[in-house]
């Protein structure tokens, strides 16, 4: 999403926040989340000032995203399942969304596929060892294929997923991975998330409003864990990230 965001606004000064000390979101409850999340947005945008926050998770944004528009006087752009692009590219009429096992359970995702996959099969399927996974591939380390596999098999193990042909990726960190995803998942199915559609608004919210004459490295701003190191410098520089700190 990063990547997607910086191509159409490339000298846009960009903080990237990642709270490493609240994961995994995908196992935390609502309460948890809709609390979290706002507190957090609101340390973030008092020190840093930014034109916009995006919720770059697909978890926070179907459980937080009210809270903290309520909370935070600025423009708020959140991430959630690309339900609707996929609708338009399946052939078979079955969609598989591959998130975190809060965001599968979201009636925020039952009324996605209501409004805009009436009519076709939604399958679901939570995998928090693949964020992990993702988490992993970051950090530079190697990504046991099996891992992958189980995830795929999430949906095309449920009735009606051998038909499956668009895989929508409902997890930010889950395009790390797409090589063994699409891999995993066949050369006849599609995978789909929804950066280019965040990176569209985020640039028609700041439309016509000046940027620096030439590109910012951007910052990666972590919460402190001792449990899940954050990755290194390097991983992070395609991304257009020229420093690192602890929040």
Partial sequence: MLAATRALLPNAPFVYAADYAGLPYGRKSDEELAARVPALLGRLVERFQPRLAVIACNTASTIALSHVRAALDLPIVGTVPAIKPAAALTHSGVIGVLGTEATVRQPYVDNLSARFAAGKTV???????????????????????????????????????????????ACT?????????????????????????????????????????????GLAAFTRSDAIPPPPLAALRPYGIGRTETI
């Fill in 173 to 217: 960190h889950f395009p790390l991975l797409l090589g063994e995803l699409r891999t995993a998942a066949g050369p006849g199915v599609q995978l789909i998330d929804g950066a280019s559609g965040i990176a569209r608004r985020v640039a028609q919210l700041t439309a016509g409003q000046d940027w620096p004459a030439t590109p910012t490295p």
């Fill in 123 to 169: 399958l679901r399927h939570g995998s928090p060892e693949l964020v992990t996974a993702a988490e992993a591939r970051l950090r530079g380390e190697t990504v046991d294929p099996a891992v992958v596999a189980r995830a795929i098999a999430g949906l095309t193990d449920q009735p009606g997923g051998e038909a499956m042909d668009v895989i929508v990726l």
